[in-house]
């Protein structure tokens, strides 16, 4: 696992690198899309990108973790919707080529079945964007998850809804109470996990990322055992690292041919 | 100039409907999986809903679709989507003009084909020929029946009547039981996955009646029992028997195989390998068809016959654009 401590902008411009030297290298790429506001200004980077030096999308391919179960196809905070504003309409992207769950499917779990077979159809996912939860889930896989888990419903616990009620008029009743999320399984056979994490209230969820026993407590664990996993942090989000020290040190002196 | 859309495909089964979204340049981009319901209007309600949810994970609409194709079990009027008779579905009394409810439906056109015809034409799309060449192959489902779909020089073959492919009901052994046809030792009972189901049936040999026959069959016979090694070999050889005939009918550049029992996958495509093989070793005409080289399985994470589908109804006119009704005068 590879920790990188910069300041947000620095993050986003990294992962960003990251996507773009996927894109070159493999114009077909199948993209990880994570919603949140973790991700925001990977996002930004990336239109950014597209408009000023032409990095296209137009060959690749997206796949969210998540969705929200019930909210209407028009609803602005169903996650199928917020990715088309953040990302797929600002690169260029056929909306087509951006596929999220079902969550208003009458059989969830076929809809969840469905959807593991088209990211295994497309030849599985080459660099996943991640954000962590305050209570360490990736995806919406909350504590207590399978650390092998595959697409399927879960409960959101009372503090993730309590999180996004800012996205629902600041009522906790407006957010649903499930969702359809890429299960842990699923997310590690993606080739390589990018994950970004800013503010001080994911300090403890990004310690027991980085430091903590492997754990079904603590989901994002699960990464440990990952080939090719980035953490990338801002000052805030790594005060609780006790290697801090140690992380900066191997990124300074990183060959510079070795990229993300 | 009209610019390539997105098309869905659909397979109705008698139980479950698959769906396909395919984009403009042919990827097959998501998929979705409904339970079938019954009779006319059961079907078409189940038809929508299953395009409305392959769309749903696209955050897409049918208004961006440039249509919409569905095969079904059954007997089918291409030339105007009617579907005339499909038993599995409910539908078998009064004629269902399938593509012409689902066009008023969902706002863009639709076509209706013959569910092997579409598997075929998925087959096709999947298993690109190299260099250019046109596509050729029979998709042999080895299901409840037996029969193949036909592409033949890149065209989908229907037959004269409909019939192509039907292989099922030739029969292969004079004195063999009466088929459900009327004649006697139709290859379609040695052959089908209702011939696995006869040679190894589900809840015996110490298995639960929930582990489907073909895997029961396969896993006995690779734990060493020699009933289940000689009734895979003899399985194996009737699908043999059915790439040979449809080989020798119209000399197919592949036979893929497919249905429930291909999702064996590798131990089933080596098995028939290696009945093709025996076969060989005793006939140099045999031998000089290169059989076991022209056999492939469907391909796996991907509803074939959805995407068969959503491949013909990329033939689909673009409609005119909306008149606006003239004002009265």
Known sequence: MEVVIATPQELAVLAADAVEALLRRKPDAVLGLATGSSPLRVYDELARRHAETGLSFAQARGFMLDEYVGLAADHPERYRNVIEKEIVSRVGWAPERVQGPDGLAEDLAQACAAYEESIAAAGGVDLQILGIGTDGHIGFNEPGSSLASRTRIKTLTRQTREDNARFFGGEVDQVPRHCLTQGLGTIMEARHLVLLATGKGKAEAVHQLVEGPVSAMWPATIMQMHPHATVLLDEAAASRLQLAGYYRQTYASKPQWQGL | ?329
């Open chain 2, 1 to 329: 100039m009209n610019l390539p859309r997105a098309t869905v495909g659909l397979d109705i089964g008698g139980t479950k409907t698959l769906a396909a979204l395919l984009a403009p340049d042919g990827l097959v981009v998501a998929q979705a999986r409904i339970a079938t319901t019954r009779g006319a209007d059961g079907v078409v309600d189940g038809a929508v809903r299953a395009v409305q949810g392959v769309l749903r994970q696209a955050g897409q609409d049918a208004a961006a679709l440039g249509g919409v194709g569905v095969g079904v079990p059954g007997i089918v009027d291409p030339a105007t989507g009617t579907v005339r008779h499909a038993v599995n579905l409910g539908v078998d009394g009064v004629p269902l003009p399938l593509a012409r409810r689902l066009a008023d439906e969902l706002g863009v056109g639709a076509v209706v084909e013959n569910d092997l015809n579409v598997a075929a034409v998925g087959a096709a799309h999947l298993l690109p020929e190299p260099d250019g060449r046109s596509d050729d192959l029979a998709f042999l489902a080895l299901g409840t029946g037996l029969a193949a779909g036909l592409v033949l020089d890149g065209a989908l073959r229907r037959g004269s009547t409909g019939a192509a492919g039907e292989i099922g009901h030739v029969p292969v052994h004079p004195d063999g039981p009466v088929c459900a046809c009327g004649q006697r030792g139709c290859l379609e009972l040695y052959a089908s996955g209702s011939a696995v189901e006869a040679l190894w049936p589900p809840g015996t040999h110490g298995r639960s009646p929930d582990v489907p026959a073909p895997v029961a069959l396969f896993e006995a016979a690779t734990a060493g029992d020699p009933a289940a090694t000689a009734a895979v070999q003899r399985y194996a050889d009737a699908v043999a028997a059915a790439v040979r005939m449809l080989v020798l009918s119209v000399d197919v550049r592949h036979v893929v195989l497919g249905g429930g029992v291909a999702q064996l996958g590798e131990p089933l495509l080596e098995a028939v390998h290696a009945a093709l093989v025996r076969q060989e070793a005793a006939s140099a005409f045999v031998a000089s068809l290169a059989l076991p080289g022209r056999v492939r399985l469907a391909p796996g994470h991907v509803p074939v016959g959805a995407v068969g589908a959503a491949v013909l109804a990329r033939a689909i006119p673009a409609r005119p654009a909306a008149v606006r009704p003239a004002e009265t005068a």
